[in-house]
């Protein structure tokens, strides 16, 4: 059998939104993986694995605290776990299963990791289970339709910079921006600007007992929030089936 390395995704926080798939994956894999800030505290994939499996997990710290960019500490942090996955394969394991929030496919650390691998273990095969979003996360908690009809969605981080994010917002009808909350006064004033703010829902912490999900117009226009918060902003809609 091949070695198979699976990137699971287990939601933005709750334990309650993960697929059937990826409890199933992450009880039979040979070993589970998790990524682990370099703080040392117990991270939300983590909690949500021991939730549903109670089993041990191999924690594999990234620099998820450092600036943007993928500077020396990230790319060291990289091989470690890659070589730390590979490590796993020499001792017997012939399924490893690496639990990341939200989906594997969408802005995760499993990108970097499975290709680190590959490189390792060229004969390992790689899957992934996916995952709900924190974008989905979010509409479902405020109530807001994200598209309909003819509607375009975009969907960006927010460490690409304010200029583009002043262009989806002229481009697209609905917006969602990642990881903006070191920047929220600055965000929060484009999005003014684009006279969308009424628009906007503002979401941190989704999925955990302390989620923070208000109108964005109502947030202190000064105070930077958590840098994985999310912003959702919608176009006023003409009522049922006006965007078809």
């Known amino acids: 059998m091949r070695p198979v390395l699976t990137g699971v995704g287990v939601g933005p926080g709750d334990p309650d939104l993960v697929t059937v798939k990826a409890v199933r994956v992450l009880r039979e894999a040979?070993?589970?993986?998790?990524?682990?800030?370099?703080?040392?505290?117990?991270?939300?994939?983590?909690?949500?694995?021991?939730?549903?499996?109670?089993?041990?997990v191999l924690r594999l710290e990234f620099a998820l605290s450092d600036p943007p960019g993928s500077g020396p500490?990230?790319?060291?942090?990289?091989?470690?776990a890659g070589a730390a996955v590979a490590a796993t394969y020499d001792t017997g394991a012939r399924t490893v299963a690496f639990a990341t929030i939200g989906d594997p496919n969408v802005y995760s650390t499993f990108t970097y990791l499975?290709?680190?691998?590959?490189?390792?273990?060229?004969?390992?095969?790689?899957?992934?289970?996916?995952?709900?979003?924190?974008?989905?996360?979010?509409?479902?908690?405020?109530?807001?339709?994200?598209v309909e009809g003819r509607e375009s969605l975009a969907l960006m981080p927010l460490t690409a910079?304010?200029?583009?994010?002043?262009?989806?917002?002229?481009?697209h009808d609905t917006v969602v921006a990642y990881k903006g909350g070191r920047m929220l006064p600055q965000v929060l004033a484009?999005?003014?600007?684009?006279?969308?703010?009424?628009?906007?829902?503002?979401?941190a912490s989704l999925g955990l007992p302390e989620e923070d999900v208000r109108p964005a117009a109502g947030l202190d226009p000064d105070e930077a929030g958590p840098y994985l918060s999310a912003l959702l902003v919608t176009r006023k809609r003409t009522g049922r089936g006006g965007r078809l």
């Not at 390992?124 to 979010?138: H, K, S």
């Not at 484009?190 to 979401?203: E, K, L, N, P, T």
Request: glycine letters at 12%; proline letters at 3%; aromatic letters at 2%.
């Open 30 to 56: 040979d070993v589970v993986v998790v990524p682990v800030a370099d703080t040392g505290e117990e991270g939300r994939a983590e909690r949500i694995v021991r939730a549903h499996t109670g089993r041990d």
């Open 73 to 80: 500490r990230r790319a060291a942090a990289w091989d470690a």
């Open 114 to 146: 499975a290709e680190t691998v590959r490189g390792l273990v060229p004969e390992v095969e790689v899957r992934t289970v996916p995952g709900i979003t924190a974008m989905q996360a979010l509409a479902a908690s405020s109530g807001t339709v994200l």
């Open 161 to 171: 910079g304010l200029d583009a994010l002043r262009g989806a917002l002229d481009a």
């Open 190 to 203: 484009a999005v003014r600007d684009s006279g969308r703010i009424g628009g906007a829902v503002y979401g």
